[in-house]
């Protein structure tokens, strides 16, 4: 069985600030770790994998993730916000070995302020 | 390359009536997903498809809902009868295949059963 938690469904930053949003999974087997993100009335858009090469994985729009195994987690980060990054953030995690069935967590919402 | 597209993009039916949602996957993609996606939740896998077999249903509420994918390309969804918590947006996905985990996502269907 496999899950996903995220720490937080509210986040708010000003804008140049510093982003962190948390993501804690749980898998029986080494797992694919995704961030996701979705903006309003938009599908979601893959915003980096992990998939056991790299711990320390780097996105589009200058987002990077770091795959923690000791801690089972995988904290989406971004050095400064911008004011588009303000959108819903999902972290995945894939049983690579079950067909690759993906488990989302609840999302968090990313309010950037100016 | 065209993304994944679907159709309708929003839906408002009575409870008790049937609705139909439509995907076309991205052109080569072996695998399709529909999920659901109720407010303030992160997507649920409702059935996976690989080509024209099912991978997985198991959170398909089989008593309502069916899915079919005829020639392995363009998928259907179908609630019979709605219920009033089948309120949701639908989302599709596709893949390249089972073992490629990258998820490619339409924009979704928003149902409202009132």
């Known amino acids: 069985a496999q899950s996903v938690t995220q720490l937080g469904s509210h986040v708010s930053v000003s804008e140049g600030a510093l982003v962190l949003l948390r993501c804690n999974y749980s898998?029986?087997?080494?797992?694919?770790l995704f961030w996701y993100v979705q903006y309003p009335n938009q599908g979601l858009q893959l915003l980096l994998k992990?998939?056991?090469?790299?711990?320390l994985v780097k996105g589009i729009n200058g987002f990077e993730a770091e795959f923690k195994k000791s801690e089972t987690s995988f904290h989406l980060t971004k050095p400064s916000a911008h004011m588009s990054d303000a959108a819903e953030y999902f972290c995945a995690v894939s049983d690579h070995t079950n067909a690759g069935k993906s488990t989302f967590g609840d999302g968090t919402t990313l309010t950037v302020k100016p | 390359e065209a993304g994944v597209a679907q159709s309708p993009r929003y839906k408002i039916i009575e409870k008790r009536q049937s609705v139909a949602f439509w995907c076309n996957p991205i052109s080569g993609h072996a695998t399709l997903y529909w999920y659901q996606q109720i407010l303030g939740q992160g997507p649920k896998l409702l059935i996976q498809?690989?080509?024209?077999?099912?991978?997985?249903d198991s959170q398909l509420p089989k008593d309502r809902f069916s899915a079919e994918r005829l020639k392995g390309v363009d998928s259907t969804l179908k609630i019979q009868p709605a219920k009033l918590e089948d309120s949701a947006v639908y989302l599709c996905?596709?893949?390249?295949?089972?073992?490629?985990?990258?998820?490619?996502f339409g924009p979704g269907t928003r149902l409202t059963v009132l």
């Open positions: 498809f690989q080509n024209n077999g099912v991978v997985d």
């Open positions: 996905a596709s893949s390249l295949g089972l073992g490629n985990n990258e998820q490619f």
């Open positions: 898998s029986s087997v080494p797992p694919y």
């Open positions: 992990y998939t056991s090469a790299a711990t």
